[in-house]
T-cell receptor
Framework: NAGVIQTPRHKVTGKGQEATLWCEPI?????VFWYRQTIVQGLEFLTY????????DSGMPKERFSAQMPNQSHSTLKIQSTQPQDSAVYLC????????????FGEGSRLIVV | GQQVQQSPASLVLQEGENAELQCNFS?????MQWFYQRPEGSLVSLFY???GTKQSGRLTSTTVIKERRSSLHISSSQITDSGTYLC???????????FGDGTQLVVKP
């Protein structure tokens, strides 16, 4: 069991460019969550999928952020026209179901927008 | 987040001392978990503990649902325990999982 795999681990992007982050959940887990962590805001919920379907994206900034889960083995978080305030560690987690099970986190993708 | 209040925000211990970390919730909960965040950022699940007491080595977690609180007790602290401890709760009327702001623990030799 390789755990939740996130790539890239680090990404530096120029303001206005696009950034795509990938997450491979633990095999057999049906729920995938995306969080963002900054020193100021702490861990913020962004969105989550259950059985590949988007269930709750209420934490996503509406205009430039999007997330997809095209198959059970990976999810992507895309940020268009990145801004310096998007700089954060983006964490992906998976669990056996959306409720009542342990969350397993990846090691995160640190995004720096310059 | 406001639904989860953690205390203390930071804690400095001498190696060997015990620590008690607290988490209070503003709503009734369906589940809660304790996580340890390593200095480099990776999160490790310590306990999934929606109610009652669980122990793993030097760590003990106790959740009292009626009082909407959970605690994490670290006994005989070690330098390698240093890091951030986060609690997370899933309200019983919401799909989201809310995290506290964490307790930063430093254990000195």
């Amino acid at each position: 069991n390789a755990g939740v795999i996130q790539t890239p681990r680090h990404k530096v992007t120029g303001k206005g460019q696009e950034a795509t982050l990938w997450c491979e959940p633990i095999s057999g887990h049906s729920a995938v969550f995306w969080y963002r962590q900054t020193i100021v805001q702490g861990l913020e919920f962004l969105t989550y999928f259950r059985n590949q379907a988007p269930i709750d994206d209420s934490g996503m900034p509406k205009e430039r952020f999007s997330a997809q889960m095209p198959n059970q083995s990976h999810s992507t978080l895309k940020i268009q026209s990145t801004q310096p305030q998007d700089s954060a560690v983006y964490l992906c987690a998976s669990s056996h179901s959306h409720s009542g099970n342990t969350l397993y986190f990846g090691e995160g993708s640190r995004l720096i927008v310059v | 987040g406001q639904q989860v209040q953690q205390s203390p925000a930071s804690l400095v211990l001498q190696e060997g001392e015990n620590a008690e970390l607290q988490c209070n919730f503003s709503t009734s909960l369906n589940s809660m978990q304790w996580f340890y965040q390593r200095p480099e950022g990776s999160l490790v699940s310590l306990f999934y503990n929606p109610s009652g007491t669980k122990q793993s080595g030097r760590l003990t977690s106790t959740t009292v649902i009626k009082e909407r609180r959970s605690s994490l007790h670290i006994s005989s602290s070690q330098i390698t325990d240093s890091g951030t401890y986060l609690c997370a709760m899933e309200p019983d009327n919401n799909n989201r999982i809310f995290f506290g702001d964490g307790t930063q623990l430093v254990v000195k030799p």
